[in-house]
């Protein structure tokens, strides 16, 4: 990795946020070294389900970050992005959802991507602020939230009285991609599905086209243009198999249907100032659904998206924090100063 100087001494700088070059060496030392000091342990969510999370905490630091994670995703894949917030000065806690991550399963097939309530996810951040991140943060305590994260994070944050002082959504799934079918048409097979399938007495069924986990080609991914931050990914799935998740099924899709009226009915609800990152390349997620979002939670609360509409990372696909780094440290610097704009120091 390419060093800056200091012009008065001649000491080598680190570049203040991780790049893509020499970035797979970098996490064989320095971001490994980093990654042994932090603490991981557990504990147990709605229905008895254990939740696993990870920790990074200084004396030194007393503001805070918690990092709530997309569909699929676990605290492991956030290891970079978690050395270069730490090194900004900040506590940083991780949690990995039920259903995903190093997190309980709930079904007999792990690999199905499931949730038996959608605000199961935001009753259980709300445990892990209130019980595990608020004793080391002094009330000084952001959110940062992904995709799926961004959906649990809003309900959360509409749901519960909190400590949370800003927080920013990239790429939050308000609403998922329906590629262009009709909303009542969506609304109808899945609804079809999940209804069959409890009166049958099975467990939720894959959606049309879904099944287990399976590594996709970078040339085909959707989710990124970084083809080494791609290949640490793909390869760390591959070595942690509890990692690895399928596809959605058709209850899991129901609920993310009634969490997005849920969250446009409690638009009023969610008083804590909140940004939304837009991926301007994302495939992944409806973009009109977030440009929705804002415009209507400005008008409910006009310090959130300050403009009325999203910030947008321009290019970027879905995965704002895995991109290339003219895409991925812009998005960076963007939190940062959201969430200097709301503290208190």
Excluded at 2 to 8: E, G, S, Y
Excluded at 166 to 193: C, D, K
Excluded at 277 to 282: E, F, I, L, P, V
Excluded at 312 to 329: P, Q, S, T, V, Y
Aim: one cysteine or more.
């Amino acid at each position: 990795m390419t060093l800056m100087v200091n012009a008065q001494t001649n000491a080598p700088i680190a570049p203040p946020f991780s790049t893509e070059e020499g970035l797979i060496e970098r996490y064989e030392t320095d971001i490994k070294a980093f990654w042994e000091q932090g603490r991981f342990s557990s504990f147990t969510g709605v229905d008895n389900i254990e939740i696993q999370y990870a920790e990074f905490v200084s004396e030194s630091n007393k503001q805070c970050i918690v990092l709530v994670p997309g569909r699929t995703e676990g605290y492991l894949k956030y290891k970079e992005l978690s050395f270069d917030l730490v090194n900004q000065g900040f506590n940083l806690f991780i949690i990995d959802h039920r259903g995903q991550g190093l997190s309980g399963k709930m079904l007999s097939n792990p690999d199905k991507g499931y949730v038996e309530l959608f605000d199961h996810y935001s009753d259980d951040l709300h445990y892990f602020v209130d019980n595990i991140v608020q004793s080391a943060c002094n009330n000084e305590i952001f959110l940062l939230a992904h995709s799926m994260g961004g959906a649990i994070s809003a309900r959360y944050l509409q749901r519960y009285v909190t400590p949370i002082k800003a927080a920013m959504l990239a790429s939050p799934m308000i609403a998922i991609n329906s590629g262009g079918i009709p909303n009542w048409l969506a609304e109808f097979i899945i609804a079809s599905g999940d209804n069959l399938a409890a009166l049958l007495g099975k467990e939720s069924w894959y959606f049309l086209g879904q099944g287990d986990y399976s590594a996709t080609a970078f040339a085909d991914n959707a989710l990124m243009q970084s083809s080494v931050r791609y290949q640490i990914f793909t390869d760390l799935y591959a070595n942690e198999k509890a990692l690895q998740l399928g596809g959605v099924t058709y209850h899991w899709l129901s609920e993310a249907i009634a969490v997005n009226k849920a969250i446009f009915s409690d638009i009023s609800k969610l008083k804590v100032p909140t940004q939304v990152m837009q991926a301007g390349a994302d495939t992944v997620v409806d973009n009109q659904a977030q440009d929705d979002f804002c415009a209507q939670l400005h008008q409910a609360a006009p310090t959130s998206c300050p403009s009325g509409k999203p910030l947008i990372i321009e290019n970027a696909r879905h995965e704002i924090f895995f991109e290339l780094d003219e895409m991925r440290i812009p998005g960076i610097e963007a939190t940062l100063a959201w969430f200097k704009q709301h503290s208190e120091k």
